[in-house]
């Protein structure tokens, strides 16, 4: 994460959390980070030195005016002013980051060779919540390199119980060992 995502994310999570709309900012955030994923062209032009300032936060007036809380609106158009709408990404995270903190939540995230189902994603949320005491988000990314078994990624650590892991250190072991 960059600094200045780091700082804008928190600077907009601070201001949500005094106006307790946290849950409604967060989730425009959520859905305006996919929006711009799949439309980077519309960042393109947010950044471009071809048009004024005025005129890439007329863009977003015309874009987002009335589907947006106010205060989201005037974010992006603060990340547009100073140059910094390739950040959003970054601001988006520091804001989940920081809401994530305050709530008990941990986003969690389960590597698998295909989808988990209902009772596997279960007691997987239900093991970690045991573990940590904290509210668990699972995420199922689905990685056929894997093999099978599960993956978790979470607050920069890694649970490693996929076949493709287990044939690594037998491959390893077996690479140590003199015949």
Do not use: W
Not at 23 to 39: D, S
Not at 98 to 111: E, I, P, S
């Amino acid at each position: 994460m960059t600094e200045v995502g780091n700082v804008y994310g928190e600077s907009l999570y601070e201001l949500a959390k005094e106006e307790a709309l946290c849950a409604q900012i967060g989730e425009q955030l959520t859905a305006l980070r996919e929006g711009l994923r799949q439309e980077p062209d519309f960042i393109r032009l947010l950044s471009s030195p071809n048009l004024t300032k005025a005129e890439r936060c007329a863009v977003l007036d015309d874009s987002f005016r009335g589907k947006v809380h106010p205060y989201v609106l005037n974010f992006l158009k603060i990340l547009t002013e100073k140059g910094y709408m390739r950040h959003f990404g970054d601001c988006c995270d520091a804001f989940t980051d920081h809401f994530d903190l305050d709530n008990g939540n941990l986003r969690v995230t389960a590597v698998t060779a295909v989808a988990l189902s209902e009772a596997q994603s279960g007691k997987i949320t239900e093991k970690l919540h045991k573990i940590t005491g904290k509210h668990i988000i699972l995420h199922n990314r689905i990685d056929p390199a894997v093999l099978g078994g599960v993956r978790l990624d979470y607050d920069g650590q890694r649970l490693d119980d996929t076949v493709s892991h287990h044939l690594d250190a037998v491959r390893e072991l077996l690479s140590k060992t003199v015949l």
